[in-house]
């Protein structure tokens, strides 16, 4: 298949017989790969390659997954997906407060991988016809250059929280379900078990400064979803 220049993908995983399907099928499929095989040599390879995604294990030799996920976060806001072959939700949670941006659970079904990736690529790029901005008093949402800033300061966000973000507060005063959030952050319905909405909304919250006991400002309407506070954020 003709390479279609879709950007470079980091891989780790230990497993070097599904690393090579994994990175021959996205190969395939537009993509640069790089394979790494152990958790202690994720972080170096990443500042080397500067991948524009990162598809991470976690159960890694030399260092475990959500350890090379907080590291690489902690200098980078690229997306991350983590591959796991629990499905016990509390370790896809870890997952996702370690700031990984979504999972795909083994065994892979490398389309499903490959949906996914390209979905992260999609929100990475915004497209025109959502560019601008949005402010409510001390809250400045930039589109355009993807910044965030309260009374002032900059705020921090992955990738994953700023769409969330952007999402809640393009329906200011709505209230939006988990299915909903879901469905138009990933193109997947709510589960009844997948928590990673309430994870990435408690991220939210605590970064924006909103009171995690008596949330003002992304409030939750019990039984029925979030909701966006427009006027939360004045002086």
């Not at 790089?34 to 500042?47: E, S, T």
């Not at 065994?107 to 949005?134: D, M, S, W, Y």
């Amino acid at each position: 298949m003709e390479n279609l220049g879709l950007g470079k993908v980091l891989l780790v995983e230990d497993d070097e017989k599904l690393a090579g399907l994994i990175a021959h099928f996205l190969s395939q499929h537009g993509f640069e790969v790089r394979v790494v095989h152990r958790g202690d040599k994720a972080l170096a390879a990443f500042l080397d390659f500067k991948p524009k995604i990162v598809v991470l294990d976690l159960m890694l030799p030399g260092q475990s997954g959500l350890h090379v996920c907080r590291e690489i976060r902690n200098v980078s806001d690229t997306p991350i997906v983590i591959l796991t072959a629990k499905e016990d939700d509390l370790d896809h949670i870890l997952g996702l407060e370690s700031g990984a941006d979504d999972y795909v659970i083994k065994p892979i079904k490398p389309p499903v991988l490959l949906a996914r990736l390209r979905a992260l690529q999609r929100r990475q790029v915004p497209e025109p016809t959502v560019r601008g901005a949005l402010e409510f008093g001390q809250l400045s949402i930039d589109r355009s250059c993807r910044l965030v800033s309260l009374g002032g300061d900059r705020i921090d966000l992955t990738t994953m929280e700023f769409e969330l973000l952007w999402l809640l507060a393009s329906s200011a005063g709505k209230i939006l379900s988990r299915d909903d959030i879901l469905n138009r952050m990933r193109g997947i319905a709510f589960d009844g078990l997948n928590r990673s909405v309430d994870v990435y909304i408690s991220k939210l919250r605590s970064k924006l400064n909103d009171n995690p006991r008596e949330p003002m400002c992304i409030k939750t309407i019990w039984g029925k979803g979030y909701l966006f506070n427009p006027f939360a954020w004045e002086v």
